[in-house]
C-alpha cells in the first residue's frame, strides 16, 4: 500500500497555469508504482487525465489535455507532477492522483488514491 498527498490545486484564470504534486510514501521502490492523475467534476465521474510508468520512459493523455497537460515524475523524490498549461474552465475538477503496477487508462488499475486537490479555472 502506498499513501498519496496531492497538492498545488487553486484558483486560476482560464489560459494561466497550475503544478500539481503528488507526493508517495511506501516499503516500496517508487520507481516500481505506476501513476496516473484523475479528475471528477460536480456530477460527472472520475476520468483519466494522465498516467505515467515507474521509470518515467511511457506517458498517457486524455485526448482533452493532449498538448497541455504534461506528467513527470522525479523517482528520487518519490513524487509524481501534473505541469498544466492554458487551462480551461472545464479543467475545474477535484484531481486524484493514483498509484498502481500497470500503466494505462483505466480507473481499476490503480489501487491507491489521495484525497484529491480542487482546481478551479475561472473564465
Known amino acids: 500500500q502506498v499513501q498519496l498527498v496531492e497538492s498545488g490545486g487553486g484558483l486560476v484564470q482560464a489560459g494561466g497555469s497550475l503544478r500539481l504534486s503528488c507526493a508517495a510514501a511506501?516499503?516500496?521502490?517508487?520507481?516500481?508504482?505506476?501513476m496516473g492523475w484523475f479528475r471528477q467534476a460536480p456530477g460527472k465521474e472520475r476520468e483519466f487525465v494522465s498516467a505515467?510508468?515507474?521509470?518515467?520512459?511511457?506517458?498517457y493523455y486524455a485526448d482533452s489535455v493532449k498538448n497541455r497537460f504534461t506528467i513527470s515524475r522525479d523517482n528520487a523524490k518519490n513524487t509524481v507532477y501534473l505541469q498544466m498549461d492554458s487551462l480551461k474552465p472545464e479543467d475545474t475538477a477535484v484531481y486524484y492522483c493514483?498509484?498502481?503496477?500497470?500503466?494505462?487508462?483505466?480507473?481499476?488499475?490503480?489501487?491507491?488514491w489521495g484525497q484529491g486537490t480542487q482546481v478551479t479555472v475561472s473564465s
Open positions: 511506501s516499503g516500496r521502490a517508487f520507481s516500481s508504482y505506476a
Open positions: 505515467i510508468s515507474g521509470s518515467g520512459r511511457v506517458t
Open positions: 493514483a498509484a498502481g503496477s500497470v500503466t494505462g487508462r483505466v480507473k481499476n488499475l490503480y489501487d491507491d
